[in-house]
């Protein structure tokens, strides 16, 4: 008798040129998911999704955008794609650009995902809690929304038009608020924090003892991975982080130790530092430096017995290797 061997499960990756999407491809098709990428711009794929995902072309996201190529033959949609890392000078095209890609782009897809996938699971934000958590008792997921910008808010919207969805049967919809993500290809301000210690600059984070959350992106794709096929998973509202908070000037430390390089940080009261944002009207930033923002991912562990496949020390390590590819003239045998 022929050996019947299980079907492989067929994902729908959006967002699959970007920081989590083109981590979350490789390791699916590494665990043996049949994937389909969806990318804005086919071109956009060249060098960043592997030959083996089938690709298609969506175009700019909003509430019109045509998912019925991508949703051919599909199970299952992590929903990656999102308007991130975006600095609006215009408030008001801010809020609508975000209310367009992350919120109604992301209901036409669910919607349009019914009847074909069993699940949409939705990369949200830790955002959507607000922008600190209470000193000694980390966000567990169970919190009301707190959304502080209009990134945050088009995520709440998002999160409530699938959760509608989800109770009235029409799709499971598992929902995941990952904190910052970092891992090769990461931008913005975590960005600049590497090319600072990388370079030596000093910095004045030696006397911050706060509680900050991260995810490597490798946990974030594993973590997806499991909401994605775990039957406890449905329904859920997920937080999610590499294991335990860490302090920012603990994460210098590591950093550094990554790159290879001395830390240099100096002890700067951090009162002195909030006074410091206030006067120069950048409280925000330096809040995100100085301030706690940690979760309990216990639910995710519970519902699904999920662990984090990689230590902090093994996610920065990886970052660093990929540091040093856009830097090669200043490896660590430079250490000043
Ligand atoms: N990175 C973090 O720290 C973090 C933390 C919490 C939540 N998240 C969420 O995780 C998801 C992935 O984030 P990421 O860091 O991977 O972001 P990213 O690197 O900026 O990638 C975003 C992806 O979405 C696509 N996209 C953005 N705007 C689009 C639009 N208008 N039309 C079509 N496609 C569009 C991008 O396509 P192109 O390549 O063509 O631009 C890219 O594939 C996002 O939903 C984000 O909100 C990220």
């Known amino acids: 008798m022929r050996e019947r061997r299980r079907a492989a499960t067929r994902l729908l990756v959006t967002g699959a040129t970007g920081l989590v999407g083109r981590r979350l491809v490789a ?5 043996g998911f049949d994937v389909t990428a969806a990318v804005r711009d086919a071109a956009r794929a060249v060098g960043r999704v592997p030959d083996a995902a089938r690709v298609v072309a969506v175009g700019d996201l909003g509430p019109a955008t ?6 051919d033959r599909v199970d299952v949609v992590i929903h990656c794609a999102g308007r991130a890392h975006v600095v609006d000078t215009d408030a008001a095209a801010g809020e609508a650009a975000f209310r367009r890609v992350n919120h109604l782009a992301t209901v036409a897809l669910a919607q349009a995902a019914q009847g074909r996938a069993r699940r949409l699971v939705f990369v949200s934000s830790l955002k959507v809690l607000g922008e600190a958590s209470p000193a000694e008792r980390p966000w567990t997921g169970d919190e009301p929304p707190e ?3 209009a990134y945050a808010r088009s995520k709440v919207a998002a999160e409530i038009a699938l959760e509608t969805l989800h109770a009235e049967g029409r799709i499971d919809v598992v929902v995941v608020r990952p904190p910052l993500v970092y891992g090769p290809g990461v931008e913005a301000n975590f960005l600049r924090l590497w090319s600072a210690v990388a370079r030596g600059v000093p910095l004045p984070l030696g006397a911050v003892h706060n509680r900050r959350s991260l995810l490597y992106v490798g946990n974030l794709a594993s973590a997806l991975l499991t909401c994605a096929t775990h039957p406890q998973a449905a329904g859920g509202r997920f937080v999610v982080d590499d294991g335990a908070p860490v302090s920012t000037s603990q994460l210098v430390r590591d950093i550094a130790q990554a790159l290879g390089r001395r830390p240099r940080l100096l002890p700067v009261p951090t009162a002195v530092m909030r006074a410091a944002g206030w006067i120069l009207d950048r409280e925000a930033a330096v809040h995100r430096l100085v301030g706690d923002l940690a979760v309990d991912a216990s639910a995710l562990r519970t519902a699904t017995a999920w662990a984090a496949p990689f230590t902090r020390a093994q996610g920065l390590a990886e970052t660093a290797a990929w ?3 856009r830097a090669p003239g200043r490896r660590p045998a430079d250490n000043p």
């Open 27 to 31: 390791d699916a098709l590494a665990a």
């Open 66 to 71: 045509d998912w019925t190529a991508a949703l």
């Open 147 to 149: 959304p502080h910008d």
């Open 323 to 325: 540091w040093w590819t």
